[in-house]
């Protein structure tokens, strides 16, 4: 069996499809979606689009629950918040607002965005620093806390890692379909660079007791992109399309 692992979006249809291009030359059988899929000044509503035609099993994430519960105030201060809420439409909220914040797929494994407390947090990495820095064993353990199941899949940090616990257990986060390289400010004000443009997406393939992970960087029409985010306001997006860099 071979399990595509995606998360973390952000309404960039166009890596989007070049990592669904991937998935089918590999010939995968599943494919999840850990949230944060349309919040972005790209291409929201399309985004839903193929992620619809492509039956993922998908999450909400932080982003995707920020559309949600987004005021008018918000709407009027936030341009991109107000561009996303406006391309997608009634049928597509009530679609975002029925999914899980987590998932149990069999015993063996166990998806969320964030953690399991807070869709907002990291599993795997401490970002007191203004800078991600990875959790130790102990500490992914306490997060974990009576989560049993042998793989789990986490998003949110945008950052590709896998990380074998004492336990047995594998944690997999696969970093980011659609951008890579933002500031975020929950817990606190940090900053994320991956310091390269392609898409980021994970291949779990597991045959009998034997399991095989694939981080997947997959090149895509960057430039068409930053055109929709420039169009839509976000310079600043396009320029950590095109680079995966802040400035």
Same mark, same amino acid.
């Given at each position: ?13 166009? #890596?989007?499809?070049?990592?669904? =291009?991937?998935?089918? *030359? &590999?010939?995968?059988?599943? +494919? $999840?979606?850990?949230? @944060? ?5 790209? #291409?929201?509503?399309?985004?839903? =689009?193929?992620?619809? *035609? &492509?039956?993922?099993?998908? +999450? $909400?994430?932080?982003? @995707? ?22 391309? $997608? ?159």
């Amino acid at each position: 069996m071979k399990i595509a692992i995606l998360s973390d979006i952000k309404s960039n249809v166009y #890596a989007l499809e070049a990592v669904l =291009d991937d998935t089918k *030359k &590999n010939h995968v059988d599943v +494919l $999840l979606n850990l949230g @944060d899929s349309f919040f972005g000044p790209i #291409a929201p509503k399309e985004t839903y =689009d193929l992620i619809r *035609k &492509n039956d993922f099993i998908t +999450l $909400l994430g932080d982003e @995707d629950r920020q559309i949600l519960e987004a005021s008018l105030a918000q709407l009027e201060i936030n341009e991109t918040l107000k561009f996303v809420y406006n391309d $997608l439409n009634d049928e597509v909220l009530y679609w975002i607002q029925e999914l899980p914040f987590e998932k149990l797929i069999g015993d063996d494994f166990y998806m969320v965005h964030g953690t399991y407390q807070d869709d907002s947090l990291y599993m795997l990495e401490d970002a007191s620093s203004g800078r991600l820095e990875l959790h130790n064993d102990k500490k992914i353990l306490e997060i974990l806390d009576d989560i049993k199941s042998k793989f789990i899949f986490c998003g949110n940090s945008c950052t590709p890692r896998c990380v074998n616990l004492s336990s047995g257990q594998v944690v997999i986060n696969p970093g980011s379909v659609g951008l890579q390289a933002c500031t975020k400010n929950i817990p606190n004000n940090h900053t994320i660079e991956n310091n390269t443009p392609e898409a980021s997406y994970v291949i779990l393939t597991i045959e009998d007791d034997k399991y095989d992970i694939q981080l997947r960087k997959i090149p895509y029409d960057t430039e068409k992109a930053a055109l929709k985010a420039s169009q839509n306001g976000r310079d600043d997006w396009a320029y950590r399309l095109r680079t995966g860099k802040l400035n």
